[in-house]
């Protein structure tokens, strides 16, 4: 179902608003909302919060037969799905439009960029390799649930823990987590997600980390996922707005610097978290 | 005062015994009393009374909105209906308003509404089945009386505790902002508050400090709404 658009005075005060460069919620044109992250007691289960938008993301792993032409890479599957309890325009059973959008880019940003390297997923060649299954979960839809549940997905990656396996000629032992320190994934790179929204007004500059009234109103948005190392993995531009290549070269700019600032963000609470958990046994 | 949860059975017993929001008293056929009808709570939250007992309501806060007849509430017009006209008012149901149902409304003289106007209408009838209907008339008086359409400003959404605190009239915070810049506001009951300003940024921080002191959104006290004033540049 199409969300309703928005009436004709909050349209009209928004494109007011833009063009003197304000914001609803007080923020600069490019500014992102401040993530915040709280762990859950398993390892792979993040809640991530950005302003009002949560997103859930959880990570688990089983062992299983690989495909017979790929028998040396394990499997990552990425199941993301927009129940109404996010917000009462999501209607169960059908994918809006946002919805095929938000799948399609979690699985390019996180899965086909190699994120995560899988060939050290397997255990045993051609017999048993690890499929980890990444659920995301959208609680409340406030705007940008795409930069929100990338940034939880990819956090869920660093903060899980498979558990350590041992082989011995064609025989394989798990061992629990009580008996061996699980390990933590092979991570190539860390990509972050930042999303601008294009407005019709020629004049008004594009905005990060759109609200929910700035994303209905925008005339098209552009999705760059990059990484600290400033290599970009996925550009996605959706809407037909013309944009100059001057233009796109800047915002790739401004996004490298909230990149940076991201992954600074992320490490700290990362460790953060980790800390809380060591257990140190004299 | 206890809370209760949607289903609880309320001790509420008085010979002219009135019931508020969120109570609901079942009828039974074998028993013909209306004394012995036990009254059920249909919402959470907190059950109060008057000081005789005879009134009772639960008083809690939600975001959905359920209409209730002769409440005032603003709604976004999303399609014609034949004569009339479709409004979202943010309940299960969208709302119908008659094309006639504003004040000195004729066949030859309508007022001209689009779609996606802003409206701030009273509910006439509301069943929990039905479809609920909209006048854009006070009840006795038959005038507009403030109700019609809402042009320019901006309407947000708050909580439904929100705006019965901001239509009190005893509440800080309108009189607050209104002394700092001139300000027209109309509050409606379903959660949506239409505020308008001569100024874009005036609008933006009466946004911003609804939003503050929103008891979902934190519950910002009178001391603190000063000081968040005082930082932003008015």
Sequence with gaps: MRPPSPSIPEKKFLYDALKQSLRLDGRDMLDFRTPTFTFGPELGWVECAMGKTRVIAQLDAKMVKPLPERPFEGIITIHSEISPMASPDYEPGRPSEEEVTLTRMLDKVLRRSDTIDKESLCILAGQRVWQLRLTVHVLTDAGNILDCSCLAGIVAFKHFRKPEVEVIGDEVIVHSPSERAPISLAIHHTPFCVTFAFFPDALTRPVVDPSLLEQRLSAGLMSIAMNAQREICVLHKAGGVPTAPEEVLRLINVTSILVKDLDKRVEARLLEDWEGRTVEVR | MSIVLPGEQVPAQHVNLKLGPGLLQLSSETQQQAKSAPVIATRSGVLNHSANKSKWWVEGNSRRYVPAPQESVIGVITGRSGEGWRVDIGSAHPASLDGLAFEGATKRNKPSLKVGSLLYARVSLAHKDMEPELECFDAQTHKADGFGELK????????????????????????????????????????????????TKHTITVVRCIEAVDPDGGGMDETNVKKFLSKLDI
């Design chain 2, 152 to 199: 320019d400003g901006f309407v947000l959404q708050c909580s439904l505790q929100m705006s019965r605190l901001l239509l009190d009239p005893k509440h800080f915070l309108l009189p607050l902002l209104g002394s700092r810049f001139p300000l027209e506001a109309a509050v409606g009951m379903n959660g949506k508050v239409w505020v308008s300003t001569k100024e």
